[in-house]
């Protein structure tokens, strides 16, 4: 990947958050198995994952952008991709060390991209 696309003015979404335990804890509460995929959605009010089961059964955790320290949009459509929520979910657990800073930086460069989480200091 180039630095021009993990470059923050370059990305679809920037945002940082100061408190990860929060995010964990909403994302654990629709997570059904092990082997749950989710969908993201990006855009300019917040970041929205949803999550089915079988077809008929639908959850959807709505992140506000107020929720995030800094919310940064500038895609031009929606983007939409989809992640393994049971791999975010430990991967985020990574940052949530108790009695330590655990503020994360999301970014997403764009289509055909990753989304990239990374330990911010304050």
């Known amino acids: 990947m180039s630095s021009a696309a993990t470059d923050s003015g370059a990305a679809d979404l920037v945002c940082q958050l100061d408190n990860v335990q929060g995010i964990v804890d909403a994302l654990s509460s629709v997570r059904w198995s092990r082997k749950q995929d989710a969908v993201v959605e990006l855009s300019e009010h917040g970041i929205v994952l949803i999550v089915e089961d079988t077809g008929c059964l639908q959850a959807k955790v709505y992140l506000q952008k107020e929720l995030f320290v800094h919310y940064e949009y500038t895609a031009e459509a929606r983007p939409r991709f989809g ?4 791999l975010l979910i430990d991967v ?19 289509a055909d991209m990753q989304l990239v989480l990374k330990y911010v200091s304050i």
């Open 92 to 110: 985020l657990n990574t940052f949530a060390v108790p009695g330590l800073s655990n503020s994360i930086e999301l970014s997403y460069p764009g």
């Open 83 to 86: 992640v393994n929520l049971s």
